[in-house]
């Protein structure tokens, strides 16, 4: 069996009415990976630990109406180093930065840690 010392840690921000393809395409890539290795690699350890993030933590409503939760906050990986950061497109984005002025700051915060 081949081990791994640790996971890397991939961080998706998520927000109202961003392009589900474009959250889920990566979150099933990196997931699916972990399957890979884990079962026919016979790894100890997940390569990944994903985590899906946004600033309150609470359900967010992609552009084609879905509802989904996420794992954690931004402030939770504002403290906590991460290998990765990845953040989904949306059409529009200009109205969603002028309803949610405050979500390039805060990416550039969680950046920071990246």
Request: charged content about 20%; overall charge positive; glycine content about 8%.
């Amino acid at each position: 069996m081949q081990k791994r010392a640790s996971s890397r840690t991939i961080v998706i921000v998520a927000y109202d009415q961003v392009q589900m393809l474009d959250l889920v395409g990566p979150l099933e890539l990196f997931h699916g990976a972990n399957l890979l290795c884990t079962r026919l690699k016979q790894m100890a350890v997940k390569p990944y630990e994903i985590e899906v993030v946004n600033s309150t933590g609470k359900p967010f409503t992609a552009s084609n109406g879905f509802q989904h939760s996420v794992n954690g906050t931004f402030s939770k990986w504002n403290k906590r180093r991460f290998d990765t950061l990845l953040i989904p497109g949306a059409l529009g984005i200009q109205d969603i930065i002028e309803n949610n002025p405050t979500l390039p700051g805060e990416i550039k915060s969680l950046a920071r840690n990246c």
